[in-house]
């Protein structure tokens, strides 16, 4: 019916690609413009960008071979501070490379698990990551290499993670499960060799027991040199491995986090799906795969404002607004000691102000007097462009390393004709469209630059255009940004607050509508008081700014701004601060949207909340959409490891958006807060190299020093604070028909199962009617002795009687008890279950995660008489905990079964295995 429809209808849903990170190009086997930057922090060692050509040549060569000869590095770029020093003769000047879209980021430590490499990736299997980290430590320390494998085949895992989408075969959590009357050790291959030993004593750890789980402490050592090349996702350190668990010897039965993401998947199997090698047939060998290093330097900024000025701009103050944000970015954002110009243009372009030195107030003043005050004409962006190009090369000749902030309005058919010349010209293009009926090509000028995009509706309320200003700066960062319209004598009227963090140059800004300014207030935590007195005016601009001297006090402070004039006007304030240099680092909040392209062609949002690299859990996110008719739509997001959002308390906050209205530019932007709550960054979910503990040479024991211990949450306290953050805007071509349901729910990923004496507990959150929003109509649910079978063939699968649930609310948590079958109270076999939900207009979801319970029944022999009260207590324990899921929400897992003081040895904790059982017993 409807679905024939949707699909023709989403057939033209092409939308751009939101860009996130620089892009790498493969061309002829060979990777191109791989950019790995080093964080300005770092301080200056030439050696470290030896260390990155000797890693990056060992990988290609080790990446080259784990993929039969089909790919290498071609082409790498190191991109280095301006902090370092300037060498002109060995650096080249960046062009369109930056730190903050390298692919691969050398800065200082990652958390409390110290050194460890990682890749940040959470979008799913076959998905592309965020970045690779690893620490200068790790680049100039040779110590790693014992414990992680060497460099270049660590360099190979983490660009398994990052580029293919797949994840680890090892489990730092649960490194044994049980298989039947065995442990089995969380690897990959199963004939993977070596000993679980307990420190050198090889002889105390026993696999071989359903009664008795592996002891705390029990490690697997593998091998050091053994005939199997699999597997790189497992760990490299081995020496023969060179190759990808694939088809034949993937361990499906592993609870690691490839099989968990990846259905089940081996990852050479998920490789060979990426679009990388969709089309390709296996290669063969063909001489030289060593890479060539360009090495560049980030130098001062050379950026050319090119502003609009035709006609439209006269209408909904869009001029006043550009005046008002331009003049903000000269007098507060633009850096000392950079070059600014001003190009302005409507059917042709005019330079306003050739390339200047800015260097104090008086400076920026001539440049502030040089924005426009008049609109009128057509439009030729390119004309525009053009001028731009000549005054950015005023300084050099060339306009290599430079940028471009265009801001426009206006509809212009011809904007292509400058692409060729914008992508050869090396120069950084951000846009800002205003209003909406910017040029549809205008965002590709972004995007073929690595520039930044936004979009500032016409609501002067929404203050989208200060926002995109402010982004365009490194060094500020936005806690608050907000507006209203107010009536004569109404106030707009609120709270922020300064962490620690932060503090340093906090600027408060007011804009407002008309010629009769605001009587603003502002309190600091001592209540101390500002008024308008306080406030720098702009002559021209209706705004002021307030800088605190210093550093701001940490705490909250508040404002209230009254309109004075005799009629309504619209008032906006933005607070925004910088890092105080004090120990503590800054919150930093990141946002990433990605659009699909096939069905159910849904928005996903997410927002990556660190401190110092670590995640922020418990804070409250919301990102603010405002759509081509500046309509607002809020969305919540979540941590919570269901629903669009991979792993719970990692840091990511993500939700689906499907709430569409009308065709065009959207934009968005997120605003995160923890005020009065317990929040902790931790030691977070990663995909990462794996810590291996040790080895076996000849027989012998060859310990690694204990990893670095796992700090607790204690140790890292997050303090109150608030951040917004603008995310950009996006385009959606094509929406779905309004009356028709398009989507269906989404799928669960966190369906959990436990056995408790013969009754089987399913778990999950409950997805909504349209993804994660609404409610569900009904559940089927199904089981099977082989997880596979469920995975290839659910509907073939035995259905369980769902009956008695009555779907819940998206978010809820969802529960289903039922007592076992006669027939499957077979002692060490095991059950799997999944779950599909459907929505009232019968749209199904994809098949959840695959759960499973072993029916275990403890043997006699471990109720020995002589066993004391504690033990009989734990080997209940261990019956409850032994059988619960183990495919699943590993995370969710640590909690129940292991202690995570002790490194994620398996330990029962008996209060929470108590715990759990009561909360069973109510339920
Ligand atoms: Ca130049
Ligand atoms: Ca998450
Ligand atoms: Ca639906």
């Known amino acids: 019916m409807g679905t024939n429809n949707y699909l023709v209808v989403f057939s033209l849903f092409l939308l751009l690609p939101h860009l996130t990170s620089s892009k790498i190009e493969l061309v002829d086997k060979g990777y191109r413009n791989l950019v790995i930057a080093i964080h300005k922090a770092v301080p200056e060692n030439p050696q470290l ?26 082409d790498v770029k190191i991109l280095l501070p301006d902090t370092w020093t300037t060498k002109p003769d060995l650096y080249r000047k960046a062009t369109t490379e930056t730190y903050s879209r390298a692919n691969v980021i050398i800065a200082g430590q990652k958390n409390s698990k110290g050194d460890e490499p990682y890749t940040l990736q959470y979008e799913g299997c076959g998905k592309e990551g965020r970045y690779i980290h690893f620490t200068p430590n790790f680049l100039l320390n040779d110590k790693f290499i014992q414990a992680y494998g060497p460099r270049g085949k660590v ?28 442990y089995r050790v969380t690897k990959c291959p199963k004939d993977l060799s070596g000993k679980v030993c307990f420190g050198n004593d090889c002889s105390k750890c026993n696999l071989e027991n359903a009664n008795d789980p592996p002891k705390e402490g029990c490690v697997f050592l593998p091998e050091k040199y053994q005939e199997t090349s699999s597997s790189i996702m497992y760990t490299p350190v081995v020496k023969s491995v060179n190759q990808f668990c694939n088809k034949s010897n993937h361990n499906q039965d592993a609870p ?23 089309n390709a047939n296996e290669a063969t060998d063909s001489g030289s795969v060593e890479p060539q290093f360009t090495v560049m330097q ?39 000691e950079s070059f600014i110009g001003i190009v302005t243009f409507n059917n042709i372009a005019y330079v306003k102000k050739g390339l200047t030195y800015v260097s104090g107030d008086d400076v920026r003043k001539i440049l502030v007097n040089a924005l426009p005050t008049k609109a009128e004409g057509g439009t030729n962006i390119c004309s525009g462009i053009r001028d731009a190009f000549e005054v950015l090369s005023e300084d050099d000749g060339s306009t290599e390393g430079d940028e471009i902030l265009l801001l426009t309005d206006g509809e212009d058919s011809g904007i292509s ?75 707009l009227v609120g709270d922020t607050y300064i962490d620690s963090g932060v503090g340093f140059n906090t600027n408060f800004l007011v804009t407002w509508q008309t010629n009769v300014k605001p009587d603003i207030s502002i309190s600091d935590p001592d209540g101390n008081k500002y008024l308008t007195k306080d406030f720098k005016l702009e002559e021209k601009a209706t705004v002021g700014t307030l800088i605190i001297p210093g550093k701001a006090k940490t705490g909250k402070w508040s404002y209230r701004i009254e309109n004075t004039a005799h009629q309504p006007q619209s008032m906006t304030i933005s607070i925004t601060s910088q890092p105080s240099g004090a120990q503590s680092e800054p919150v930093i909040v990141k946002t990433n949207l990605q659009q699909t392209n096939e069905p159910p062609y849904t928005v996903v949002i997410y927002v990556e909340v660190f401190k110092n690299f670590m995640p922020v859990r418990h804070a409250n996110v919301t990102a603010i959409i405002e759509t081509a008719n500046t309509k607002i739509i809020p969305v919540i997001l979540k941590d919570n490891g269901a629903a669009a959002d991979l792993v719970k308390d990692d840091g990511i906050y993500s939700s689906f958006m499907t709430d569409y209205d009308g065709t065009g530019r959207y934009n968005f932007k997120v605003q995160v807060s923890k005020l009065h709550t317990e929040t902790k960054a931790a030691a977070g979910h990663t995909s990462g190299a794996m810590y291996v503990q040790g080895y076996l040479e000849n027989g012998t024991v060859h310990l690694n020093p204990p990893k670095p211990v796992v700090v607790d949450d204690e140790d890292f306290p997050v303090e109150d604070f608030v951040r917004t953050k603008s995310g950009g805007t996006f385009m959606v071509k094509v929406v779905p028909p309004a009356n028709q349901d398009v989507f269906p729910p989404c799928q669960i990923t966190d369906l959990s199962a436990e056995l408790l004496n013969n009754t089987v507990i399913l778990a999950w959150t409950a997805p909504g009617d349209d993804m994660d929003k609404g409610t569900v109509a009904e559940y089927e649910i199904r089981k099977s002795k082989q997880a596979v079978h469920l995975r290839d063939n659910f509907h073939n699968a035995t259905q369980i009687n769902t009956s008695s649930i009555i779907p819940l609310a998206a978010g809820s948590r969802e529960q289903l008890l039922f007592d076992l079958e006669e027939e499957e109270k077979v002692n060490n076999s095991v059950i799997f279950f999944a779950v599909v939900s459907r929505d009232e207009s019968l749209l199904s979801s994809d098949v959840s995660n695959i759960a499973q319970v072993v029916i275990y029944h403890p043997s006699p022999k471990s109720r020995d008489p002589d066993t004391s009260n504690q033990n009989r207590k734990l080997t209940v324990g261990l019956a409850v905990s032994l059988v619960t899921i183990i495919l699943c929400s590993v995370l969710g897992l640590i909690a129940l079964i292991i202690n995570k003081r002790n490194s994620g040895m398996m330990v029962l904790d008996e209060e929470h295995v108590r715990k759990k059982l009561n909360i069973v017993a109510e339920a």
Not at 173 to 178: H, V, W
Not at 303 to 323: A, K, P
Not at 446 to 463: I, V
């Open 49 to 74: 960008i030896e260390k990155i050509k000797e890693m990056l040549k060992e990988a290609s060569n080790y990446l080259y071979v784990a993929t039969k000869f089909r790919v290498f590095f071609k």
């Open 155 to 182: 360099f190979v895992h983490e660009w398994a993670h990052l580029r293919w989408g797949v994840f680890n075969e090892y489990n730092e959590y649960q490194p044994f499960y049980r298989d039947g009357e065995h």
């Open 256 to 278: 690691n986090d490839q099989n968990k993401f990846c259905k089940l998947k081996s990852a050479w199997e998920v490789i060979l799906e990426s679009e990388d090698f969709r």
């Open 298 to 336: 980030e130098s001062q900024t050379i950026l050319c404002l090119v502003l609009d000025i035709s006609g439209s701009m006269s209408g909904s103050q869009r001029l006043e607004r550009l005046q008002q944000s331009s003049t903000l970015f000269i007098e507060k954002i633009a850096k000392e």
């Open 417 to 491: 004709s400058c692409f060729e010349a914008v992508k050869t010209s090396g120069t950084i293009v951000h846009t800002i469209a205003l209003g909406p009926s910017a040029a549809k090509e205008l965002e590709m000028l972004s995007e073929m630059t690595n520039g930044k995009k936004y979009y500032a509706s016409d609501n002067f309320n929404s203050n989208g255009l200060l926002e995109a200003f402010m982004e365009l700066s490194e060094e500020q960062i936005q806690l608050e940004s907000t507006g209203g319209t107010q009536k004569p004598g109404g106030s």
